[in-house]
């Protein structure tokens, strides 16, 4: 059976994911950082329905314009068009998950606490050459776009390298599967008349059963625990149709900072299930992107069109709060471009009051391109002087943000008016854990999941003076949703959480009922983090992977004198017992217990993910490990 696939961009060094710039809007213009976010490695938006799929797809890359190429491969002959970052900012911001505690009392301790713009075809053909069939070629925005498909994939990637894409890692071995199937492939590059920062998000819109990733060729050259986050619209929630789901443990989330560890919860949970597990950050209505992206009134042209002088036109784009990221920084280069005399006369004396020592310093050290744009493009009116004569086509910038940026956020802004349901799933990968390409499908019967989650909250303070109180022995004591209690020393501990299983429960979901239980590693129950009078700690196995034995330690801290019962044991990825290490007594301090790989029988267990667990009393420890015969 095809299905909707999609794989992230490729660039000339491989699949390296790589951030995008995101420009800080507090300076008041267009130019104002040079610094990229931090952000996950993939964003995806799916739009499935009666069997064809739009896929919104996110391109982050970092390097030379000639060096950029992207490869996807599809189930059918795509529809390309444009789509536009803001989507992912405004997905991003509306969707993000947070933490937020309601605190009981009051001043404990002293402390208050068109979217789908068509390319205009170059060259449509059922033409073959040397085994690759050119199904069209296009110019679609800013790239040069072609659909090709093969029964060779050494051919493919021979066409690909000859018509200037630039593949990197990328050979005939992981194309292979991809061509057995019978797939097509599109391919884009840059224009020659554009720059890396006209990237912009791309539509994909193509028959399909279902939508999905093609995980396994970014296996090629990802980053370790590889951020993958996808949205889903449609008219119920969304789930992961071959892979497990997860549900968080809330005990593990930092509340007292608003849980900014979300993103290592979820990826030590989806380890916990076998590194092929998503969780649900948000299910609700789409209702919550309404006038994000568009609305009557918003990025008006007609009106900027009678204004025939570039700062007063940088004026009212701002005033219209129109998109401040690379895209626009690189159309205003293009149709306002700085002169030569802005660069070497204006920028000397406008930004460094005609001190030539300190401008040569910025040249050295590779700052002034960015100082000078930053200076000029916000700043233009003080640079009238040095522009007397300069020409710039003001009426083809307006044209060219009307076709990339206003119709795209247009027709965006549509599509949460079409679907009524928006789903969030995120999850990250390692290499190692890129053997299947995840699918997604619906399931009607699935409760919404809130995007912000509550907690009740109070400080438990030490007696003395409240004059001279150390706010390290203040403890935190968090009431969850399920009425366990945390107890933490926000200003004391480093890292309280790290012994806690990320997952409460590991699920299979499928497209009707509610999910089928596969593993349930947290108990309700009360957690204290303070050092109390008895403690597990179970550590990281060495080596891992291990071929023909690892060493599983463990650390227990109880008061002088006493022992404690306590069990491991081995379970394989679907939750079922292989071996008992260990069940009997444990005393204070350090211990460490060999695994051989071998199953409660004697006999070896098959290479794959599996699970050490310590159980003693109400305390259940999990971690994971990989054998590699």
């Known amino acids: 059976m095809k299905y909707a696939r999609l794989l992230v961009g490729l660039q000339a060094l491989g699949l390296l994911l790589l951030t995008e710039a995101e420009e800080v809007e507090a300076c008041g213009g267009f130019f104002c950082s040079n610094a990229p976010m931090n952000q996950v490695g993939e964003r995806i938006l799916f739009i499935p329905e009666d069997g064809v799929v739009t896929t919104h797809v996110q391109i982050q890359y970092s390097g030379s314009a000639a060096d950029f190429a992207w490869v996807l491969p599809v189930p059918s002959v795509p529809q390309v068009q444009v789509s536009h970052n803001e989507l ?19 001043d404990e301790c002293g402390f ?25 070629q296009a110019r679609v925005g800013p790239y040069d776009t072609a659909v090709i498909r093969s029964d060779d994939p050494n051919a493919m990637v021979d066409w690909l390298v000859d018509n200037g894409y630039q593949l990197g890692d990328v050979g005939p071995q992981l194309l292979a599967p991809y061509v057995e199937e019978g797939f097509f492939f599109l391919a884009l590059r840059l224009a020659p008349d554009r720059e890396v920062g006209d990237l912009q998000p791309i539509s994909l819109t193509y028959e399909a059963d279902r939508p999905g990733i093609p995980i396994r060729l970014t296996a090629v050259a990802t980053q370790p625990d590889m951020g993958v986050l996808v949205w889903v619209l449609g008219s119920n929630r969304a789930i992961p149709a071959n892979y497990l789901h997860v549900q968080i443990n809330e005990a593990r989330i930092d509340w007292f900072n608003g849980g900014f560890n979300y993103s290592q919860v979820v990826s030590e949970a989806a380890n916990e299930a076998g ?65 030569q005399r802005v660069l070497e006369e204006g920028v000397l004396q406008v930004v460094f009051g005609g001190d ?42 307006l044209d060219e943000l009307e076709a990339v940026v206003v119709e795209p956020l247009r027709a965006a802004q549509g599509l ?111 957690i204290d983090l303070t050092g109390g009078p008895t403690r597990f700690a179970l550590l990281k196995n060495y080596p891992n992977p291990f071929n023909s034995g690892t060493v599983l330690p463990f650390r227990v801290t109880l008061p002088e004198g006493e022992q404690a019962e306590a069990t491991l044991r081995i379970f394989n990825a679907l939750g079922q017992p292989v071996r008992t290490l260990w069940k009997g007594r444990v005393e204070q301090g350090f211990s460490q217990i060999n695994w051989d790989g071998l199953d409660e029988d004697g006999a070896a267990v098959p290479s794959g993910t599996y699970f050490y667990q310590l159980d003693a009393g109400s305390t259940s420890l999990s971690r994971k490990l990989m054998l590699v015969r």
């Open 112 to 136: 208050l606490s068109p979217f789908f713009r068509d390319g205009d075809v170059l060259a449509t053909a059922e033409a073959v050459d040397d085994g690759v069939e050119v199904v069209s």
């Open 275 to 339: 590194g092929q597990a998503f969780a649900t950050d948000f299910a609700g209505g789409s209702r919550i992107m309404d006038q994000r992206l568009y609305s009557e009134g918003r990025y008006d042209i007609g009106p900027l069109r009678g204004i025939d002088e570039a700062p007063a036109l940088l004026e009212g784009l701002l005033r219209q709060g129109f998109p401040r990221d690379n895209q626009m920084q690189a159309l205003l280069r293009r149709h306002i471009p700085m002169s």
């Open 88 to 106: 992912f900012r405004q997905l991003d911001f509306a969707t993000q998950p947070f933490f937020a505690l309601n605190w009981e009392g009051g």
């Open 416 to 526: 949460f008016e079409d679907y009524p349901y928006l789903t969030r799933l995120y999850t990250t990968m390692s290499a190692e854990e890129m053997t299947v390409d995840p699918m997604f499908d619906f399931n009607p019967d699935l409760p919404e999941v809130p995007n912000v989650r509550w907690a009740d909250a109070r400080f438990e303070c030490p007696q003395g003076d409240p004059e001279d109180v150390n706010p390290e022995e203040w403890i935190l004591v968090v009431t969850l949703a399920d009425g366990r209690e945390v107890r933490t020393r926000p200003f004391a501990d480093s890292d309280p959480f790290g012994n806690l299983p990320a997952a409460a429960l590991i699920e299979r979901v499928d497209t009707s009922g509610p999910p089928e239980p596969i593993r349930r590693l947290t108990a309700v129950q009360s």
């Open 356 to 397: 030539k020592e300190a401008y040569e310093r910025a040249a050295e050290d590779g700052q002034l391109a960015f100082i000078a744009e930053s200076s000029f493009y916000n700043n233009m009116a003080a640079y009238e002087e040095y522009t007397i004569g300069d020409e710039y086509d003001l009426s083809a910038l």
